[in-house]
């Protein structure tokens, strides 16, 4: 079982920037494409971002030229830079895998960060 684990969120003001990470850990494993969702209260999950196992990458227009998806495959790890972020941001972000183990497939999610933007 491949687990993810993000850090990164918190509270900034209108115009700034975070960094979000995650990681995944677990055994014997390749993670294809990686993604970032949000889920702002009253809404539906919505995509942000992909990377795909060869770092094509796409995003929603909502976020296109502000935000970057990128990966470090020596860490296992998928960024998210988040620069002129708007209060319309605000959402619990989540990172989403998928790939194989030595065993079988795999999908799995992060438990979710909450990014506020707020002045």
């Known amino acids: 079982q491949v687990q993810l684990v993000e850090s990164g969120g918190g509270l900034v003001q209108p115009g700034g920037s975070l960094r979000l990470s995650c990681a995944a850990s677990?055994?014997?494993?390749?993670?294809?494409?990686w993604s970032w969702y949000r889920q702002a209260p009253g809404e539906e999950r919505e995509s942000v971002a992909v990377i795909t196992s060869v770092s094509t990458t796409s995003y929603s227009d909502s976020v296109k030229g502000r935000f970057t998806i990128s990966r470090d495959n020596a860490k296992n790890t998928v960024y998210l830079q988040m620069n002129s972020l708007k209060p319309e941001d605000t959402a619990v972000y989540y990172c989403?895998?998928?790939?194989?183990?030595?065993?079988?497939?795999?999908?799995?999610w992060g438990q979710g960060t909450q990014v506020t933007v707020s002045s």
């Open positions: 989403y895998a998928v790939g194989y183990t030595d065993k079988a497939p795999f999908k799995s």
């Open positions: 677990g055994s014997n494993f390749v993670v294809n494409s």
